[in-house]
């Protein structure tokens, strides 16, 4: 519990850009995600810090943790497939926040890196994209990211 909330200020700190009630719902939402999937997926405070540092996970339960946030905001489906409306639906309310970046979001995540995602692993997979979101966001992106 205490490495998701460390998790989630991150998240939080990071979304400085957004407003008050934005980061109060990606807050609530992740914090109840987190400890859904850290139990699920027995994820260590390795896992978890990694993550936070953006480092690509060092093990499967780090790999197999991104992967359960995604299934549970409709990004990846458990055959490890991802999804393009899944995108589009999660990242809904960036939309009403700032639709520019909203666009941004939806562009890097299912025409740069969706088409990247080789293995049918649910949490390579999952890693995969991860790794490509990381490595292709702008700084805009970098400010507002809490999901991915």
Same mark, same amino acid.
């Given at each position: 519990?205490?490495?998701?909330?460390?998790? !989630? %200020?991150? +998240? +939080? +700190?990071? #979304?400085?850009?957004?407003?008050?009630?934005?980061?109060?719902?990606?807050?609530?939402? !992740?914090?109840? +995600?987190?400890?859904?999937?850290?139990?699920?997926? #027995?994820?260590? =405070? =390795? *896992? @978890?810090?990694? %993550?936070?540092? /953006?480092?690509?996970?060092? /093990? $499967?339960?780090?790999?197999?943790?991104?992967?359960?946030?995604?299934?549970?905001?409709?990004?990846?489906?458990?055959?490890?497939?991802?999804?393009?409306?899944?995108?589009?639906?999660?990242?809904?309310?960036?939309?009403?926040? *700032?639709?520019?970046?909203? #666009?941004? %979001?939806?562009?890097?995540?299912?025409? *740069?890196?969706?088409? =990247?995602?080789?293995?049918? &692993? /649910?949490?390579?997979?999952?890693?995969? %994209? &991860?790794?490509?979101?990381? =490595? #292709?966001?702008? &700084?805009? @992106? $970098?400010?507002? *990211?809490? @999901?991915?």
């Amino acid at each position: 519990m205490k490495f998701i909330v460390a998790f !989630v %200020l991150c +998240v +939080v +700190v990071v #979304n400085a850009e957004l407003s008050k009630e934005f980061q109060e719902a990606v807050l609530k939402k !992740v914090m109840e +995600v987190g400890e859904k999937c850290a139990k699920q997926e #027995n994820a260590s =405070q =390795q *896992d @978890i810090d990694e %993550l936070m540092t /953006r480092k690509n996970p060092s /093990r $499967k339960e780090g790999k197999c943790l991104i992967a359960c946030f995604n299934e549970e905001f409709g990004v990846q489906g458990k055959d490890g497939k991802m999804s393009k409306d899944g995108v589009m639906a999660a990242l809904a309310p960036y939309k009403a926040e *700032d639709e520019g970046l909203y #666009n941004k %979001l939806v562009k890097l995540l299912t025409e *740069d890196c969706m088409p =990247q995602v080789k293995s049918s &692993d /649910r949490c390579e997979a999952a890693a995969e %994209l &991860d790794a490509c979101y990381h =490595q #292709n966001a702008d &700084d805009e @992106i $970098k400010k507002a *990211d809490a @999901i991915f």
